[in-house]
C-alpha cells in the first residue's frame, strides 16, 4: 500500500476527533472484555467467581483452573482433561492442513497456466463447495466413513477436512499464480522443461505468501471445527472443541466456571498465537475469502 | 528422423494430459463428496428413512410433515431474526469502524487487530466466554447487583423472547471487526483526487460519504452480505455452544434442527429435507454471486 492512499481528504475538527477516540476506544473495550473477563476468572478459585464479582482481579491468584483443565477435569467418561483432545486436534489439524494445501497449489497451478476447456466451469463447482451448508453431507459422509472402516478415526476426520477445505485453498493459489507471468512458463516450455519441473522450479520459489495465508487459513478453520468433530469422531479422534463443549456442557457436579474458562483459552491459544504471529496473512486469507483475490 | 519426431509428440500428448491428470483426484473428490453427497440427501429426503437410509419412497411427505412442524417453524423464524439483525448489525458497526479509522487515527495498528481477533477463535470458545458472561447468577447482572446497581435486569439468555438477541450479540461480536477490516480495504482504495475535488466545490464531510464514498464501497458491501449470510446460514457451533437451542426450543435454527432430528430423534427423512431446504437458500444467495464473479474475471 502506498504512502498517499492511507491519506484521507477528509478533514475533521477537534470535536470530532475527540469523539472518534472515545467510540473507538468504546468498542476496543467490547472487543476485549469477553476475553479480558475469561483470563481474570481462569486464575480465581472458583468461591471468588460464584460468591464475588466477575469483573474485580483475583484475591488469590492460582493456575489450578488450567492444570485441571489440561489434566485431570471429567470430560465424558474420564477425568481426562483437555490433554488428549488437544493431541487429537493436532494429528487432525497437521495432515489435512498439509494435503489440502498441496492439492490447491497444483490445481490453482493446474487452472491458471494449463488451462483447457471448461477450466472455468470446473473451478466453479470447486468454488460453489465452498460455500455449502455441512448439513447436506452429513448423513452420507456418515455412511461413508462407517463403509470404508474410518468412522470415528482421525484418517476420516482428516480426510473430511481436505475435501470441503480443497474449495478454499485452490482459490487462495488460483488468484495468486493468475498474476504470474505465463510468457515464462511458456518460455520455460520451449526449454523443454515439464509440468513439475516449471511448477518446482518457477512456481513454488515464488509462492511462500500464498502458502502462508493457505495454511492459516486452514489451520484456522480446521482447528475451530465443530460440527464435522462432533458428528464423526469418538473418544480417540475426538478435536479440542468437541471436548470443550462437552467440559462446559456437562450437567453433572459443581460448574467450574474457572476451569471452563481455563479450558476455552487452551482452545483458543493455538489460533490466536498464529493471528498474533502471522495477523497480515490472517486477513488477507479472509479477504480472498470473499471470491476476489 | 521419425523416431524423434514421434517421441516429440508423445511428449506434447503426455504434456496435455498431465494438468488433467493432476487435477482429477481434487475433481473426483469434489464430484464424489460435494455433489454425489447433495444428490444423496436430496435421494434421501425423499425416503422414509428413520434411524438409517432407507429406500422406501415416500414423495415429498417428509417435506410435508417439516412444514407442518411447529419446531421447524420456530428455527426458520430464529434464522431469519438472527441473519437479519446479524447482518445488518456487523455491516453498520464494521462500516463504521473502518470510516473511522480511516480519519489518521493514531494507535490505528494496535485497535485494528483488537477488532479482528474475535475472528480468529472457535465459535465454541466465543460461545462459552458469553453464555458465563450473560449468565445472570455469575455474570454481568450479577456485577452491577455488587456494584450498587440493584435493580439492573439482564437476563435474555434464560428468557424464552430473547435468547435469541443474546446469539446475535455474540455472533456480531465475532464477526463485526472482520467486516470492518473488509470496509477499511474499500475505503483505502478509493482515489483521494476526486474526494479533494469535491471538497473544492464545498461538499460537507457528510456529504462526501454520503454521495461518493459509500456509493462506491458497494462491491464490499455485496461480499460482507453474501460472507454473513452464508455464516448465518450455517451457524451451528454457536447456538450449540451458548444456548444449546435453549431455553426450551427458543434458539433453535435450521442447522441444529437438522442435526437433533437426524442422529438423536431418528428422524433422518425429515433431516435430510431440512438440510435441502438450507442448501437451497445457499443456493439462491451464492449462485449469483459467483457467477457474476466468475464472469467478471473471464
Known sequence: ?293 | MATPAADADFKTKLQTWVPKLVLSPSLALMLVFVYGFILFSVYLSFTDSRILPSYGWVGFENYDKLFRLRHWDIAVNNLIVFAALYIIICSVIGLMLAIFLDQKIRGESVLRPIFLYPMALSFIVTGTAWKWFLDPGIGLEHTMHLWGWESFHFDWIKNRDYAIYTVVLAAVWQSSGFVMAMFLAGLRGIDNEMLKAAQMDGATNFQLYHRIIIPQLRPAFLSAFVILSHLAIKSYDLVVALTGGGPGRATEVPATFMYSYTFTRNQMGIGASSSVIMLMTIVAIMVPYLYSELREKN
Not at chain 1, 475527540?18 to 473507538?24: D, F, I, K, R
Not at chain 1, 472458583?46 to 484475591?59: K, R, S, V
Not at chain 1, 477445505?165 to 523443454?192: C, H, S, W
Request: charged fraction near 10%; aromatic fraction near 16%.
Open chain 1, 1 to 293: 500500500m502506498s504512502a498517499g492512499s492511507t491519506d484521507t481528504a477528509v478533514r475533521t475538527g477537534r470535536i470530532t476527533r475527540t469523539a472518534l477516540y472515545l467510540v473507538l476506544l468504546l468498542f476496543a473495550l467490547f472487543y476485549l472484555l469477553p476475553f479480558a473477563i475469561m483470563v481474570i476468572n481462569s486464575v480465581k478459585p472458583l468461591t471468588e467467581i460464584t460468591g464475588g464479582n466477575m469483573m474485580a482481579l483475583p484475591q488469590d491468584w492460582t493456575f489450578d483452573p488450567w492444570v485441571k483443565a489440561w489434566a485431570t477435569a471429567q470430560i465424558g467418561v474420564d477425568p481426562t482433561g483437555l490433554k488428549p483432545y488437544f493431541w487429537n486436534s493436532i494429528k487432525m489439524v497437521v495432515p489435512a492442513v498439509a494435503i489440502s494445501t498441496i492439492l490447491g497449489a497444483l490445481n490453482g497451478y493446474v487452472l491458471t497456466k494449463w488451462r483447457f476447456k471448461y477450466d472455468t466451469l470446473i473451478f466453479g463447482f470447486m468454488l460453489f463447495a465452498c460455500f455449502i451448508p455441512f448439513q447436506i453431507v452429513l448423513i452420507p459422509m456418515a455412511r461413508i466413513l462407517g463403509l470404508a472402516g474410518l468412522a470415528g478415526s482421525t484418517p476420516g476426520l482428516v480426510l473430511v477436512h481436505v475435501v470441503y477445505g480443497l474449495g478454499f485453498t485452490t482459490l487462495y493459489f488460483k488468484n495468486y499464480y493468475q498474476v504470474f507471468p505465463t510468457e515464462l512458463v511458456r518460455a520455460a516450455q520451449i526449454d523443454g522443461a515439464g509440468f513439475f519441473r516449471i511448477f518446482w522450479r518457477l512456481l513454488l520459489p515464488s509462492s511462500g505468501p500464498i502458502i502462508v495465508v493457505s495454511v492459516i487459513w486452514q489451520f484456522t478453520n480446521i482447528w475451530n471445527d465443530f460440527l464435522f468433530g462432533a458428528s464423526f469422531a469418538d473418544f480417540d479422534s475426538q478435536p479440542m472443541t468437541v471436548a470443550l463443549n462437552n467440559l462446559v456442557q456437562s450437567s453433572t457436579g459443581v460448574k467450574e466456571y474457572n476451569v471452563h474458562f481455563a479450558g476455552a483459552i487452551l482452545a483458543a491459544l493455538p489460533t490466536l498465537l498464529v493471528y498474533i504471529v502471522a495477523g497480515r496473512y490472517f486477513v488477507r486469507g479472509l479477504m480472498a475469502g470473499s471470491v476476489k483475490g
